[in-house]
């Protein structure tokens, strides 16, 4: 049986952001896994590119850059009767993917057609400080590491992180335009899912790329290891509440740290 996604990402104690970060490889992140998510990102990306791609002139060193790397590694060739930009390298590569202006220390341009609940438009352009300005606690606690990191890294490295979040359902896409039901103090557990960001950062002539990748679940999928259903309850229940609204969770967190208190796993 194969190990589950989230088994080694949840290390016991409270809530806190981390800029912890791992060796990464390129060519396993980046190589084809799962024709249904590239399928899924097309069909978002066809219907509305103006809604997850952004970009701005800063960013066309990086993008041909990016297009080097995806051919060396083998994963995408070169179109001959399409221009090699962003929206071509999109939709042939399977993560979604930002890059940061290292300069400018802006975002200088991103495809990303799986969001969890941002907007690519509101961050392109902006410094990096400003967007992290609007997530409760982040800059105060990890800003200035997060700054080092990308400040460092060096094209040929990569590292590799997740991000966390609960969602109602489990679609892959929560850009805010789509409006997706929020998770209430009345929402049965069954119905919440845990939803993983894999990020890989790499250095680029210029600034630095992010790939990301999507992965779901049934929060309850966790119970089977009693150890990490511990582990999430006392996240949930220890975020602060500015995070735990940012993150659309306070409405629901005392009563899901309950229901997964009472829960009676099947192991």
Known sequence: MSRPFWKDLFKPGGFAWSIKVRQGDLDDFFAPQD??????????????????LVETPEAAPMIAA????????????????????????????????VFYDA?????????????????PRKWIGRPLDEVHDEVPRLQQQIGAGIDRFL????????????NWSLTHGGELNFHPALDRPKLQADTPLDEVFLRIEHQIFT????????????RTCPLADLAADPEVWETMAEKIETMPDDVAEYKSLLKARDPLVRAMKEFAPEI
């Open 151 to 162: 400040d460092r890294l060096e094209p040929g490295r990569a590292f590799r992180r997740e």
């Open 103 to 119: 300069k400018r220390r802006t975002f200088a341009a991103a495809c990303v057609c799986l969001p969890s609940s941002w907007d």
């Open 35 to 52: 024709e249904a998510m590239m399928a899924e990102r097309r069909r978002w990306l066809d219907g509305h590119p103006d809604r997850h």
């Open 203 to 214: 250095g680029l002539p210029g600034g630095v790329m992010m790939g990301l990748r999507i």
């Open 66 to 97: 990016a297009w080097e790397l995806a051919t060396r590694l083998g994963h995408v060739g070169r179109p001959d009767d399409a221009p090699a930009d962003l929206l071509g390298l999109s939709r042939r590569w399977e993560p979604d993917l």
